[in-house]
T-cell receptor, first 114, second 112 residues
């Protein structure tokens, strides 16, 4: 079982719609969850993080965390073509020996079409 | 504000040649530093991490090595490159005690 799983996509949504990206993780002790956006050929960029159950909103982005079900989601409202990218989910392992490591999923490719 | 630099941006090297990639961070002190590799169409693989000068931990045994000669400098090296070393190499930094990591622009390495 992979530690952090994401659907590879592509997830295709029309411009203006809500894009919903999902991530499941296997380590019940994980406490910190991150979403990175990676444009083709570029490095990942941190866009959201969440530590507590529930929702966290930042502009058009909402991160949702459900620790009991071990999933974290990213919602993008009013999707724009510029949101087209690969979205990486990252989770801290419950034991990282003080090195603050993250485990990354393989990413979901989002395509927003006009 | 903090800035992370990597160079070179792209590199084409023959099999068996040496490698040296450099990463530097500005605007912070005593950062955690990380080297990742991303193969084409694949996820991020953590290679090395460091919590301080001279303190390097290896995540995956391979023909690569890392060094941290200065607080904000992280170097990835190889004595002899393999074809399988091709990929996108990313350096990242994070604050001590925090999990957020911030990536540099990356080096795209092609081994021929």
């Amino acid at each position: 079982q992979k530690e952090v799983e994401q659907n590879s996509g592509p997830l295709s949504v029309p411009e203006g719609a809500i894009a919903s990206l999902n991530c499941t993780y296997s380590d019940r002790g994980s406490q910190s969850f991150f979403w990175y956006r990676q444009y083709s050929g570029k490095s990942p960029e941190l866009i959201m993080f969440i530590y507590s159950n529930g929702d966290k909103e930042d502009g058009r982005f909402t991160a949702q965390l459900n620790k009991a079900s071990q999933y974290v989601s990213l919602l993008i409202r009013d999707s724009q073509p510029s949101d087209s990218a690969t979205y990486l989910c990252a989770v801290n392992p419950s034991f990282s020996g003080g090195y603050n490591k993250l485990i990354f999923g393989a990413g979901t490719r989002l395509a927003v079409h006009p | 504000s903090q800035t992370i630099h990597q160079w070179p941006a792209t590199l084409v090297q023959p099999v068996g040649s040496p490698l040296s990639l450099e990463c530097t961070v500005e605007g912070t002190s005593n950062p955690n530093l990380y080297w990742y590799r991303q193969a084409a169409g694949r996820g991020l693989q953590l290679l090395f991490y460091s919590v301080g000068i001279g303190q390097i931990s290896s995540e995956v045994p391979q023909n690569l090595s890392a060094s941290r000669p200065q607080d904000r400098q992280f170097i990835l090296s190889s004595k002899k490159l393999l074809l399988s070393d091709s990929g996108f190499y990313l350096c990242a930094w994070g604050r001590q005690g925090a999990y957020e990591q911030y990536f540099g622009p990356g080096t795209r390495l092609t081994v021929t």
